[in-house]
């Protein structure tokens, strides 16, 4: 049952708030009785002198009997006391019975209580209790000093039962328990909503994601907040968006490869089968031959790229950093495939802005670079058109571009580009050769550098490829 995320927090919280109503309800109940006990010791005090007054008029005959109990009866009706009046012996000269308290004849008896002897003193003192047996219930009671022409003439004792006073207590402890009841009912209701925020959609990426395991990438959490939980569901279909994308490439980038290794296989299969059979005529069998060789070579370079990718992955991609002349490389690359211009009847534009340009980098990787891109700008300039290989330095960098002339790379598929198995134009770079691994590598050698690349494309007019390598410090 508490296995359950929404269960969990419903619980966590109602314990949570159930003990904070508990905890406050017992601490409004102390601070109640408190109080009761203090305004009630208050009042008792304040009759008890003003009563004291009283029994002065009465003792020198300016009022009655009469009045003076009376002014019994006003104390005893808001305050339910029993009053005693005592001599400076303890016998109870007056006394009146509280409706609520007791029946009994006080008058005449002695009170014996070490209380009696500290009144006497002139101490006002409060206590809680039956006063020595005196009373069948816990009584709250005020001793104050009899005071006559500022004389100790006796003492005043007020005995108010407590039970009055936690009566009160009850009326309180009952508003509470409404008020606990009232606020837990509008609590569960509160964090039945909450725990359903937290918790929904929690519930569904963990579906999403079982679903997301067996290979179904459409499904999407619904953001429904913009919160720490809805920030993780707006990331969760971020992933799945890389997910789907990642599947879609892989999946696209098996059936190129697929096809890729299957047609020179057909083609080689062919013409070595013709030769053997000696449908080839001899004349034309090394015709043949030369084409079944070509098609070897553009396996090799397949799995080259695959190997390549492979290494990339598992981080088994090593670099040698040695001082190197990056021009020299581009010469190189650039004679190796000038027959391939030459063919298309393009032209380079070659820019150095040194003719030695010292670079710190791996000198096999960086050949790989700029042959990836300068094939790239081979395959998708258009006939005739100019190619530009351009260095130059700028702040203890150096930077090289690569360009073409050809229709260029939309914007909405240049942030793609360097994905692995990624291609532009799927069907012209079949026709091409292409197999969407190269600047993914391109990429990853860079960054195995240190350095940058990136793109600058204009649909119909081009794109440049440039990319940035640490300056070599003069030996």
Not at 137 to 143: I, K
Not at 439 to 452: N, W
């Amino acid at each position: 049952m508490f296995r359950s995320l929404f269960v969990r927090l419903m619980s966590a919280y109602f314990v949570i708030i159930l003990s904070a109503l508990l905890i406050m309800g017992v601490l409004m109940s102390s601070f109640f009785q408190q109080y009761l006990m203090e305004t009630r010791t208050r009042e008792l005090i304040r009759e008890g002198r003003a009563l004291c007054g009283y029994i002065e008029l009465y003792q020198v005959g300016l009022i009655d009997h009469r009045t003076l109990n009376y002014q019994y009866q006003v104390i005893d009706r808001f305050l339910s006391t029993t009053i005693w009046v005592t001599d400076m012996h303890g016998y109870i000269l007056d006394s009146y019975n509280s409706s609520e308290l007791d029946d009994v004849n006080w008058k005449n008896q002695k009170v014996t209580v070490d209380e009696f002897v500290q009144v006497l003193k002139g101490n006002t003192i409060t206590r809680v209790g039956s006063f020595g047996e005196a009373f069948p219930v816990p009584v709250l009671t005020v001793g104050l000093p009899l005071e006559i022409d500022d004389k100790i003439q006796g003492t005043i004792f007020l005995h108010s039962p407590v039970r009055g006073m936690n009566r009160a207590l009850w009326d309180t402890y009952d508003s509470l328990l409404r008020a606990t009841i009232l606020s837990s009912i509008l609590s569960m209701i509160l964090l039945y909503f909450i725990s359903r925020h937290f918790s929904r959609p929690l519930t569904e990426m963990n579906t999403i994601s079982r679903e997301i395991a067996t290979g179904n990438f459409k499904r999407r959490v619904h953001v429904r907040s913009n919160d720490e939980v809805g920030q993780l569901a707006t990331n969760f279909n971020v992933m799945a968006d890389s997910l789907e994308k990642v599947d879609l490439m892989r999946r696209s980038f098996v059936a190129n490869v697929s096809h890729e290794l299957r047609s020179p296989l057909t083609s080689m299969r062919g013409y070595i089968q013709g030769v053997v059979d000696k449908t080839i005529s001899p004349e034309d069998q090394d015709k043949y031959l030369k084409i079944a060789l070509e098609e070897t070579e553009r396996m090799n370079r397949l799995i080259n790229e695959l190997l390549d990718l492979s290494r990339i992955e598992s981080g088994e991609f090593s670099m040698d950093i040695r001082v190197m002349d990056i021009n020299e490389t581009i010469r190189r690359v650039l004679i190796a495939r000038e027959d391939r211009i030459n063919a298309r009847g393009m032209d380079v534009n070659v820019d150095f802005e040194k003719d030695v340009c010292l670079v710190d980098g791996d000198p096999d990787r960086l050949q790989q670079v700029v042959i990836n891109l300068l094939d790239n700008a081979i395959k998708f300039n258009r006939e005739g058109g100019v190619i530009t290989l351009k260095t130059w330095l700028h702040k203890e960098k150096v930077y090289v571009k690569v360009a073409d002339q050809g229709s260029g790379i939309p914007k909405a598929e240049a942030v793609h580009i360097w994905e692995p198995f990624y291609q532009v134009d799927k069907s012209r770079s079949k026709k091409k050769g292409g197999t969407g691994l190269g600047l993914s590598i391109v990429k990853k050698i860079i960054e195995e550098h240190g350095q940058d690349i990136w793109l600058n494309s204009e649909e119909g007019k081009g794109s440049e490829f440039i990319f940035s390598l640490k300056e070599a410090k003069k030996q």
